[in-house]
T-cell receptor, first 114, second 112 residues
Framework: KAGVTQTPRYLIKTRGQQVTLSCSPI?????VSWYQQTPGQGLQFLFE???????NKGNFPGRFSGRQFSNSRSEMNVSTLELGDSALYLC?????????????FGQGTRLTVV | SQQGEEDPQALSIQEGENATMNCSYK?????LQWYRQNSGRGLVHLIL?????REKHSGRLRVTLDTSKKSSSLLITASRAADTASYFC????????????FGTGTRLQVTL
């Protein structure tokens, strides 16, 4: 069974640009969550999508957005990039339908904003 | 913001020794999960313990959960150099099972 796939693995962008990250969950999983990891703030929850609907949202500005497609693949978009957006972005896949199910993570996308 | 703290922040042991990491959290939870992360890469799922469980084992891993103290511990027995990594606990609150709140992590160094 294939794991969670995130693309691209690395990105370098300039301040003010926008970026789109992609996540393909484990086959059969309907929930995709996104997390930001930085040295200063640690791992923080961005949002979760389940069956194409945003189900949970963290405390991030509106520049951070996402969506989920009918095949459960998800994209995350960050507009008007700031230096502070440099981080490792991780996506997690879970079945999502019942509580107490494990969340499995991809390898992450390392975003550097210059 | 972080749900809680992990203790110690860093731990250095020799191969063959046991490593114990502790996690404290702040709110009622559905479950608690432990993850390993190697050098800023993805998180590897280790174990999930439900709020009504007190102890769980998986290979060389033993996890305990004390909901009255809002704390958990991860024990790795007979550590190997390959166990060198950062370890994180993550909690899922009731009603938001897919939203994980992470601790600050413990950096484990296992030397030969």
């Amino acid at each position: 069974k294939a794991g969670v796939t995130q693309t691209p693995r690395y990105l370098i962008k300039t301040r003010g640009q926008q970026v789109t990250l992609s996540c393909s969950p484990i086959s059969g999983h309907r929930s995709v969550s996104w997390y930001q990891q930085t040295p200063g703030q640690g791992l923080q929850f961005l949002f979760e999508y389940f069956s194409e609907t945003q189900r949970n949202k963290g405390n991030f500005p509106g520049r951070f957005s996402g969506r989920q497609f009918s095949n459960s693949r998800s994209e995350m978009n960050v507009s008007t990039l700031e230096l502070g957006d440099s981080a490792l972005y991780l996506c997690a896949s879970s079945s999502g339908g019942v509580p107490n199910t494990e969340a499995f993570f991809g390898q992450g996308t390392r975003l550097t904003v210059v | 913001s972080q749900q809680g703290e992990e203790d110690p922040q860093a731990l250095s042991i020799q191969e063959g020794e046991n490593a114990t990491m502790n996690c404290s959290y702040k709110t009622s939870i559905n479950n608690l999960q432990w993850y390993r992360q190697n050098s800023g890469r993805g998180l590897v799922h280790l174990i999930l313990i439900r709020s009504n469980e007190r102890e769980k084992h998986s290979g060389r891993l033993r996890v305990t959960l004390d909901t009255s103290k809002k704390s958990s511990s991860l024990l790795i027995t007979a550590s190997r150099a390959a166990d060198t990594a950062s370890y994180f606990c993550a909690t899922a609150r009731a009603g938001t099972a897919s939203k994980l709140t992470f601790g600050t992590g413990t950096r484990l160094q296992v030397t030969l």
